[in-house]
C-alpha cells in the first residue's frame, strides 16, 4: 500500500502538509509508503486523454503504474469548480505546473476529462463534515456525518451533492447535480452511470 498525495499551489511543497497533519508518522505506524508527487521531478508521464478541452495529462509515474487506486476526497463546495468530489481529486495528481493552465477557461468540464487517463477501483468520500459554501480551503463548515462509498465517480458525486444541497448556504451549486458541468462532461465521455441506473443503499 502506498500513499500519495499532491498539494495545491499555496500549500506545495506537498511534505509541509503531510508534516503539519501527521502523515509521516501515520505511515510509519501503518508500514506503507508515502509519495508527495511533487517531491519527484522526474517521476511523470505523459497520458493522452483526448478530451474536448485536454489532449493529454502528465500524471505521477508511481500512480499511473500502480495495481489499484483508491482515492480519499472529502466532501466540499469549491469556489471555482463549485464542488470538489471525486472528479476534482484527479487534480491532485496532475503535474502542477499544468494545473494553472486549467483555470483559464472550462475549468470544470476539464476536470472531468482528467478523469479519461483513468478511473479509480474504489472511492470513499469523507463527508462527516463538509463545507456548504466557500472552499476548497473555508467556508462555511457543517457536519453532515455521512461516509460515502463507489466505484462510480459520477454517482458517488452527484450523491455528495445531494448532500450538500440539503443545507441553506450560498453557494455555486446548481439544484439538478445531473446538470453539473463536471457531471455532464464525465458522461459525455463515458465515465461513469448516468441517472437512475445504479443504486443507493443506506
Not at 500512480?63 to 466540499?76: R, S, T
Not at 475549468?107 to 487517463?117: N, P, R, V
Not at 448556504?169 to 465515465?191: E, F, I, Y
Request: proline letters at 5%.
Amino acid at each position: 500500500v502506498t500513499i500519495g498525495e499532491s498539494s495545491g499551489g499555496i500549500w506545495r511543497p506537498s511534505r509541509n502538509v503531510f508534516r503539519k497533519v501527521g502523515m509521516f508518522e501515520l505511515a510509519r505506524d501503518l508500514g506503507v509508503e508515502l509519495i508527495a508527487f511533487d517531491d519527484k521531478p522526474d517521476d511523470w508521464v505523459r497520458v493522452k486523454v483526448n478530451g474536448d478541452y485536454l489532449s493529454s495529462v502528465s500524471m505521477p509515474r508511481s500512480a499511473y503504474e500502480a495495481d489499484k487506486i483508491v482515492y480519499l476526497p472529502c466532501l466540499k463546495t469549491h469556489n471555482l469548480a463549485r464542488f470538489s468530489g471525486a472528479l476534482k481529486l484527479a487534480m491532485g495528481f496532475m503535474h502542477p505546473g499544468e494545473r494553472r493552465a486549467l483555470h483559464v477557461s472550462h475549468l470544470e468540464q476539464k476536470i472531468a476529462e482528467i478523469s479519461l487517463c483513468w478511473q479509480p477501483n474504489l472511492i470513499i468520500m469523507d463527508g462527516r463534515k463538509a463545507f456548504v459554501s466557500g472552499g476548497p480551503a473555508k467556508g462555511q463548515l457543517a457536519k453532515p456525518e455521512v461516509v460515502l462509498a463507489s466505484g462510480d465517480l459520477v454517482a458517488i458525486d452527484v450523491e455528495a451533492l445531494k448532500v450538500l444541497l440539503a443545507y441553506e448556504a450560498s453557494n455555486k451549486l446548481v439544484a439538478d447535480p445531473w446538470q453539473l458541468p463536471q457531471v455532464m462532461t464525465a458522461l459525455r465521455h463515458g465515465l461513469g452511470t448516468g441517472e437512475s441506473r445504479y443504486i443507493v443503499v443506506e
